[in-house]
């Protein structure tokens, strides 16, 4: 563990004396209310849930839009705006029905041409949604509550899609929005979710607040995981973008805030000392460095190669600080490694860092030491991978341009195609937990179907095509069969590479019922303080 600076120290002493100044200031107003606190992983600047796969943009969605299913904690989909539905025997034709009293935070009651106008925007960012979409889906609203969907060509995917837990869940916005063309960011947040954001108390870098939304009619299921009725039981709930984790973890244990998101893992044996403080993992993430396909170095395979062989998953995962529970010391598989999806199949050559081969991929890739951009967050848990990767990057001959901001900053830069040296990039860090990089499909970075609008923007017809034959296949084994392949081709052009697996740990203090957090997703129904 490390030792505070003086930097730190004073930095936590001055947003306790702010907390202290607003609660004094306030008392009337904070003793009439129940208040959650948490400190999240990054600064919200993206409102729109369809509008990228960053995860504070998804659970920001989740505080304010409803879903039209929902997966709960034993990945079951289940029903959520839907009140039923039906199919016939060739999964051809689709008809729902919404709950009756839905509405959305203007008074409008939530109609089939919202549900309708929400699936065509999120179907055009999706990869589900763009896979049913070329399945030859038709949307149509049939009534006020009844709508249908039509498809082409078989897509056994259907319920999949709709109830999308991470990587661009399929939340619903009212007709007017949805109608928005996906490439523009709407702005104007009106949802029929379980709290409202208040837009006159956000401040970008700072703060984001909610408030329980009371036109909210939850389903009479209780709650499990993402599914069933979410019961807000606070008043408000405010989101304190605090990006050191020295800070972070001194106002948990003074009782300033109530939950850490994701807690530096530095601050891990300081915390789990406190008795006061609960600490608990969430489903496993993989670790992603993602890159820009479209410009050299690295629009050449080769090149993309080279970094496979300069990576060794142990160092990285080391590097993040987690102690050895938390973390795995190799995983070849892109679908997640201790779990029923787990595949290790075209791993192997990769197992072991061979920096040599390295450099001698890059050389053939036609690299001519043109400056590499590394977009370098450093409010995040991931700071350290993006710091060994610049240092491996070097080791191999490359001239590494770092450029570092905070993440909110990477993932709205992330969005840009120019050429590196004119605004763009060629290399950032991220992770997916189970949610996404379970299949081949809700792996956002294994989409390599020319043209996507994922950033990375991958091309490779052969890969496209073997995942197009996974969605369309009924037999589990032959789907794994083909997840197996999928993985091989993918180790051989390398859409992204996987440097590790390990376990995120979120923090709370004085919270009950926080079930959701454990698949990863930092929803505040139902949780009491």
């Known amino acids: 563990m490390k030792i505070k600076s003086a930097g730190s120290i004073a930095i936590a002493s001055l947003f306790t004396s702010l907390l202290t100044a607003i609660a004094v200031s306030s008392p009337v107003a904070l003793a009439q209310t129940k208040t959650i606190k948490m400190a999240p992983t990054g600064d919200l600047k993206t409102l729109d849930a369809h509008f990228n796969t960053a995860y504070i943009t998804r659970n920001h969605g989740y505080m304010v839009f409803d879903t039209l299913f929902a997966q709960n904690s034993k ?27 839905l509405a959305f935070s203007d008074g409008a009651p939530v109609t089939a041409a919202d549900a309708v106008a929400s699936i065509e925007r999120w179907g055009k960012k999706d990869n589900l949604g763009r896979a049913m979409f070329a399945a030859g889906a038709q949307l149509k609203a049939d009534s006020a509550e009844t709508f249908s969907l039509t498809l082409k060509e078989p897509f056994g995917l259907v319920l999949d899609a709709l109830s999308k837990p991470s990587g661009n869940p399929l939340f619903i916005y009212p007709q007017r929005l949805a ?17 409202l954001f208040v837009k006159e108390e956000w401040v970008p870098g700072n703060k984001v607040v909610y408030v329980k939304n009371p036109k909210y009619v939850p389903r009479s299921e209780p709650a499990d995981g993402l599914a069933g009725g979410k019961v807000v039981k606070v008043d408000r709930v405010e989101w ?37 403080v609960q600490l608990n993992t969430s489903s496993p993430a993989q670790g992603m460095m993602v890159i820009n396909t479209l410009h050299p170095p690295f629009n050449n395979a080769k090149a993309r190669q080279a970094l496979y062989h300069m990576v060794d998953q142990e160092t990285y995962t080391a590097a993040l600080g987690y102690p050895d529970q938390y973390r795995m010391k190799y995983c070849g598989s892109m679908y ?21 081969k390295a450099k001698q991929l890059l050389k053939e890739s036609g690299y001519k030491g043109e400056k590499v951009v590394v977009l370098y967050a450093t409010d995040q848990v991931l700071a350290p991978a993006s710091q060994v990767t610049i240092s491996l990057l070097k080791k191999i001959g490359v001239n590494v341009d770092v450029q570092t901001m905070d993440w909110a900053s990477v993932a709205a830069r992330r969005l840009k195609k120019d050429a590196p040296d004119k605004g763009g990039w060629h290399i950032f860090h991220t992770y997916g937990t189970y949610f996404d990089a379970a299949t081949p499909i809700t792996n956002p970075w294994l989409a390599a179907s020319c043209g996507n609008s994922l950033p990375g923007w991958p091309c490779d017809e052969q890969l496209d095509k073997l995942r197009a034959e996974w969605i369309k296949e009924g037999d589990a ?18 859409p992204y590479v996987m440097w590790g697996q390990y376990y995120p740990i979120h ?22 303080k």
């Open 240 to 276: 304190l973008y605090i990006p050191d984790g020295n800070t972070a973890a001194a106002a948990l244990k003074n009782g300033e805030i109530d939950m850490i998101e994701s807690v530096t893992p530095d601050f891990v044996p300081s915390l789990a000392a406190d008795k006061a």
């Open 477 to 494: 084994a032959k789907r794994k069969e083909l997840a197996g392949k999928i993985q091989v081709r993918a180790y051989e052009t390398v």
């Open 336 to 356: 997640t490694c201790k779990t029923p999806a787990e595949i290790t199949t075209g791993s192997e050559r990769f197992r072991k860092a061979d920096l040599n």
């Open 75 to 101: 990945g079951e989909i289940k029903p959520q705006m839907v009140d039923k539905w039906s199919s016939t025997k060739d999964g051809l034709k689709w008809t729902f029905t919404l709950r009756k009293g």
């Open 507 to 528: 923090a709370t203090r004085g919270l009950k019922n926080h079930e959701p957090m454990k698949i990863g997703i930092p929803v505040m129904w139902n949780v009491e």
């Open 179 to 195: 109608k928005t063309d996906i490439n523009t960011a709407v702005t104007e947040m009106v949802g029929s979710g379980p709290f």
